[in-house]
């Protein structure tokens, strides 16, 4: 039985776990986090 591969579409950051649709969705996260997240885990102000 195949475990979920959907969610291997996850990231960690800022002790927050984010989960994503697709590999991209994931890597552009990950590729501009900062926009997204503020490293002390709060939403971003913009
Ligand atoms: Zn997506």
Known sequence: M???ERLTFRATFAAHEY???S???RE???A???EYV???GTA???
């Open 23 to 25: 590999k991209e969705c």
């Open 28 to 30: 552009q996260f990950i």
């Open 44 to 46: 971003p102000r913009r």
């Open 38 to 40: 503020a490293p002390d």
């Open 2 to 4: 195949e475990v979920g």
């Open 19 to 21: 989960f994503f649709c």
């Open 32 to 34: 501009s986090s900062e």
